[in-house]
């Protein structure tokens, strides 16, 4: 199953050219999950797991500006043991701006060492 979340471009997350700093993309992707993941319990914190970020790939194809709004879709393209990975395309309208994709690991909220995926989170992602 697939998340799509929207971000209005602010003035603050362009450069000089007016267009998105290629840091943002990160974040728009990062956030993505975040608010999908809140959507199973907002303080999911609290069930004593969360994900940290291993690794990330962006791929740019067009600009997202000022004003306009940037659709990102994430979608799980891989589920391992303590790890998942999320595929990700970001579209201000017709217009594909970016491909993405991260790769999380589950860990426990004292230690942050890898446990395995939670049922409850594959079942929401799923």
Request: charged content about 25%; aromatic content about 14%.
């Amino acid at each position: 199953m697939a998340f799509t979340n929207r971000y209005p471009v602010r003035y603050g997350e362009c450069d000089r050219q007016g267009v998105v700093f290629n840091a943002w993309y990160q974040a728009y992707l990062d956030d993505a999950v975040d608010v999908w993941l809140r959507r199973l319990d907002p303080r999911f914190e609290d069930r004593g797991w969360e994900l940290m970020l291993k690794k990330t790939e962006i791929v740019w194809h067009a600009a997202a500006c000022i004003g306009e709004v940037l659709a990102v879709t994430a979608e799980i393209s891989r589920w391992g043991t303590t790890s998942f990975d999320v595929a990700f395309e970001g579209w201000v309208q017709e217009r594909h701006c970016i491909d993405g994709a991260m790769t999380y690991v589950v860990v426990d909220t004292t230690a942050h060492r890898p446990v395995p995926v939670p049922a409850e989170l594959r079942a929401h992602f799923e």
